[in-house]
């Protein structure tokens, strides 16, 4: 049995954060409350517009273009697992400008390849390129990075 009453422990959940319908509804459920008592604390929350998938998207989206680093393939999935919708999803990151999204590869090379001193050119593509993917950046902005290293561009940037 639950130890707080069911609109509380949401209130206390959104004390912390913002949160997606399908979280709150996915965490109220693991902490014991029954279906029905969540979807009329849920419903309550969304009429006092406490609750709002889109609003909680484009905030989400901007804070990941701005405090990290990642692409546009990350965010989707990060979105996804907060259970937002794949329509919300695509009609939000329409908005996401992919030059931003190299920008922030570049910006992210730059730090990288400042604490990668003394490897290869050969390393530092293929363990770059990796990184890079590994954040979710299209493979088109990982390939022109790895261009603009190739041509010594980036380092001159440095």
Do not use: C
């Amino acid at each position: 049995m639950p130890k707080y009453e069911p609109l509380q422990y949401a209130l206390s959940l959104l004390k912390l954060r913002d949160r997606t319908v399908g979280e709150m509804r996915d965490k109220m459920r693991r902490k014991g409350y029954l279906g029905e008592e969540v979807e009329q604390v849920i419903a309550k929350l969304l009429e006092k517009d406490l609750l709002n998938d889109q609003r909680f998207a484009e905030s989400y989206l901007r804070s990941q273009v701005q405090y990290r680093p990642s692409g546009r393939h990350r965010i989707r999935a990060k979105m996804k697992q907060l259970f937002l919708s794949d329509q919300l999803i695509q009609s939000v990151m329409s908005g996401y400008d992919v030059g931003t999204e190299t920008e922030k590869a570049k910006d992210l090379t730059q730090r990288w390849l400042a604490k990668k001193a003394g490897i290869t050119d050969d390393e530092i593509r293929q363990k770059l390129g990796r990184f890079l993917s590994s954040r979710g950046f299209d493979w088109e902005v990982v390939r022109e990075v790895l261009d603009r290293i190739k041509n010594g561009a980036l380092q001159e940037e440095i």
